[in-house]
């Protein structure tokens, strides 16, 4: 009896299947020994909801509701059936060409996996475990499913039952791992949660005004999600709050120290903040705004009693990172704060749970030290911070700076019924405040952009401009904001090292 094709492209594509399956089996099996968040299975999954644009998400949400997570791995797992299947095929003509294959997608969910904010490179570790498992397995299987191809062979059924078996193992054991995992996860989130202080003094709604709603604006006050993070910590550290708390020490009458616990005893105010990395290039994304609730830093160190002569305080995190801090930017009335909420949440570790600085008008290289630990009440004169023993400048004002969103450089844009193009954008200058956007089009006079609301001189701004007759063609737009103090930003073109990027905006587009 000779074995037809079709009966080998079926056992191929079930060893495909039967691989792929192991591939992410062991990954989820070796990702117990990493952090939960090194499973390929959500983190492929976190990244695929990234990617997505925010309409088709609006529109699978209305029609699963909270099963959208559930329809979002039933697809993946559709996915990752077909794509396994079709490697297996792949090795019906060379067996080879399927390993790579396979080799190659699970290079590539380690790669997805790795850059996800909350991971590290060595999360990486798991799914690349779990290709090197799922490759010679696909090997081995595939050289079973070939033999179906010659005759009198009973072996091919037997094969074909061997790929069935590994696959229903690989799914069971998988799920299991899954299982505890998911498990882990929500441990893990549980006991980063803490009845966050009801703050004294809450900081006004946002708005609706305040967002200018164009296709494309970034959201006025940014999901924890989407903010941007910065930092040297090759794995997020991961700080248990029964055991943290923070030392004041230094240029002080009494050193102080303070649990986790005591800190959140402490009257909070919140407030509405943007945070800027001084890498920031012109235009860049590397700016993101936030509601905070914490304890003003002013109060604690007025406990400890600040002596004269002091001008700076060294703020320490507990993986050694240092920012100098301004003495005055704490203790004036700008509502710097020890954070320990955003946006309503516990900080996301990545952006520094337990605790972390927040100050209104610094750079974050300055002032935003994640996972504080320590406060070194000190002069300038006398010590230095992480990024100033690296050419960065010791003080780091943010720098007024605006931005176009929309239309994006490059961009194709056509006018709408009215002949008209909308334009839009953000601008800070934090702690000073927006007092006007101006954009020019092409060399057309500069034009007043209409800004929306302003949450407070502590954020962004997000403006707009009604291009009223946009012209067919090539056109460049640019942008300029006026500070609060009346000040317009800088033409001068820096880039970010050592004080921060200037310069203005422009961006290039095609009206069609
Ligand atoms: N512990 C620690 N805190 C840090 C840093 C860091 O490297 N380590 N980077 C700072 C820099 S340069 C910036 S711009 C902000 C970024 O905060 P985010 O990651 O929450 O956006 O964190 C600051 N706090
Ligand atoms: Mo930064």
Redesign the pocket.
Known sequence: MTASPPAVRTRSALAGVAAGLVLVAVAELASLLFSASSAPFVAVGGAFVDLIPGALKDVVVALFGTADKLVLFLCMGVVHLALTAGIGLLGTRRIGDAVLALTALGVLAAVVVMTRPENAPASMLPTLLGTAVGAPALLLLLRGAARAREPGDGAGRRDLLVSGAVAIGAVLLGAGARVVNAGRSAAEAAARRFTIPTPTAPAPAVPASAQVTLEGMPDVVTTNTD???????RAV?RVDPSTWSLRIVGLVDQELTLSFEELLAEPAIETTVT?????NTVGGD?A?NARWIGVPVRTLLARAGVQDGADMVLSR???G?T?STPLEALTDDRDAILAVAMNGEALPP???YPV??VVPGL???V??????EGLTVTRFADATA??TDRGWSEKGPIKTASRIDVPRDGARVRADDAGAVTLGGTAWAQHRGVNGVQVQLDDDPWQDATLATAISGDTWVQWSLNWADATPGEHTARVRATDGTGELQTSKVASPAPDGASGWHEVSFTVR
């Not at 002032?367 to 504080?372: D, E, I, M, P």
């Open positions: 903010f941007y993070r910065i930092d040297t910590a550290p945070l800027t990395c001084v890498s590397l993101g995190s507990v993986d990172f920012a990545e952006h520094g972390r600085m750079y974050g290289y002032s935003a030290t994640k996972w504080v992480y990024w």
